[in-house]
């Protein structure tokens, strides 16, 4: 069952990933339309700014669940890899709720905005004026999905034993004998 909610999620997260893509080569397409339109044919621009903005920021959110899934994220990780496998298991469970709690809660405010755009009708002041609950679902669609994310990895963590992690070992080895390796190498 859990391996079965890990993979479903895991697919969904790779699907989000390919729009998340698209988006982002839509928005290329559209600022190199953008130049054309504005500086070769000197004609005005009315939806092609908004677009690159709404459509960048929306593949941000929803490849963010691939970003986690491939733990592509931008970590410090100097105190983790200092740690015993078991320490650091429970380490990186903290890390992993404390991001769940935190997407959670996200997810909860994204949502609420969504929905008063979506019921309010609202458009954006531009002259181009899209109703804002299109480019605003991408908000709670991402964080909901690092949420189920957030908890696959949590139960692949919970399931496998702590292992030892061979460039971790290499570090912290590196750091108890750095000291004396270093007056070796001076002398």
């Known amino acids: 069952m859990i391996s079965a909610y890990v993979s ?7 699907l989000l990933a390919i729009v998340a893509t698209l988006l982002l080569i839509a928005a290329m397409l559209v600022v190199c339309e953008m130049i054309l ?3 070769v044919f000197r004609a ?6 908004d ?3 709404f459509a960048a920021t929306a593949s941000v959110f929803l490849g963010a669940p ?18 015993k496998p078991r320490p650091r298991r429970v380490l990186r469970i903290i890390g992993a709720l404390c991001g769940l709690a935190f997407c959670a809660a996200m997810l909860a405010a994204s949502y609420i905005n969504f929905e ?4 309010a009708g609202w458009k954006h002041s531009s002259v181009w004026a899209p109703r804002l609950w299109i480019p ?3 908000l709670p669609v991402g964080f909901g999905m690092l949420c189920l994310q957030y908890v696959a990895q949590i139960l692949v963590m919970l399931r496998e034993p702590p292992q030892a992690d061979p460039a971790a070992e ?6 108890a004998v750095a000291p004396h390796a270093l007056e070796e190498t001076v002398r």
Request: proline share 0%; charged share 10%; aromatic share 10%.
């Open 8 to 14: 479903a999620v895991g697919a969904l997260s790779r």
């Open 37 to 39: 339109v504005r500086y």
């Open 44 to 49: 005005a621009t009315i939806w092609q700014t």
């Open 51 to 53: 677009f690159v903005i």
């Open 66 to 83: 691939y970003v986690l899934l491939k733990n592509g994220h931008v970590g410090v990780d100097v105190v983790e890899l200092l740690l």
């Open 116 to 119: 008063e755009a979506w019921s």
């Open 136 to 138: 605003l679902s991408a």
């Open 170 to 175: 290499h570090i912290a080895m590196a750091h």
